[in-house]
């Protein structure tokens, strides 16, 4: 399916895809089982060489009852940056839902919860990163804008931690993409990873490390 050109997703992220079905559940529930399966394709072979036929074949449907549901490969990046933005807002619901006065235990729990996080959606997020050069301007735009307002919460909680004495004083701003960075390697190493650490594992490993680097022992 793929021509050789640079796929490049032109219209506005907030159209709708037309379809032949009439149910909003049937049409709901189809994109969501076509979704998981282009991820999951589209992060193994990329989005060049994933082509429809291998999409209904992943889902279990005829080339002729995916077209009822979907028209076009571009469709697919339409559908992966609504589950994107989707995730980005779980994400960051589930950080702004860690209450905790202390900024350890808080900055922890946030590193915990983006990992179970990061784990549940890997296959969207390496199709993300893998393609994100095919969305347009503004899908790319509100996409990093998304992830810029999410990785400001860690920045804040350090900070907190700064002004309380209990994080050694630093650029807020580095720190907060260094652990963001290091819990993104989970899904962007997961080649490397996979069969040698478990989830838990990595957790303790980040958290070492966050311990080691900014945790002022005798205050925190």
């Keep these: 399916m793929s021509s050789g050109k640079r796929p490049v997703y032109r219209r506005n992220y907030k159209r709708k895809i037309s379809t032949t079905i ?76 860690v209450k905790d006065p202390n900024p350890v235990r808080k900055l922890k729990k946030m590193i915990e919860q983006e990992l179970e996080t990061m784990d549940r959606y890997q296959d969207l997020i390496m199709c993300i990163y893998q393609e994100s050069h095919a969305l347009s301007k503004p899908s790319l735009k509100a996409m990093l804008s998304s992830e810029e307002v999410h990785t400001a919460s860690f920045k804040k909680v350090i900070e907190e931690g700064i002004e309380q004495g209990v994080f050694k004083t630093s650029n807020p701003t ?47």
């Design 22 to 97: 009439k149910s909003s559940n049937l049409v709901e529930e189809r994109r969501d089982q076509i979704f998981q399966a282009a991820s999951k394709l589209i992060s193994k072979k990329g989005y060049h060489k994933t082509t429809l036929r291998d999409i209904s074949k992943e889902t279990g449907m005829t080339l002729g009852s995916l077209y009822d549901y979907i028209r076009t490969k571009e469709d697919i990046l339409y559908i992966v940056h609504e589950k994107a933005a989707q995730m980005v807002r779980i994400m960051n619901e589930g950080v702004e839902n």
């Design 174 to 220: 580095i720190l907060a993409n260094i652990i963001k960075m290091m819990i993104d390697c989970w899904v962007l190493k997961r080649w490397a990873l996979r069969g040698k650490a478990s989830l838990e594992e990595m957790k303790q490993g980040i958290l070492e490390m966050v311990q080691t680097g900014i945790v002022i022992k005798d205050r925190a």
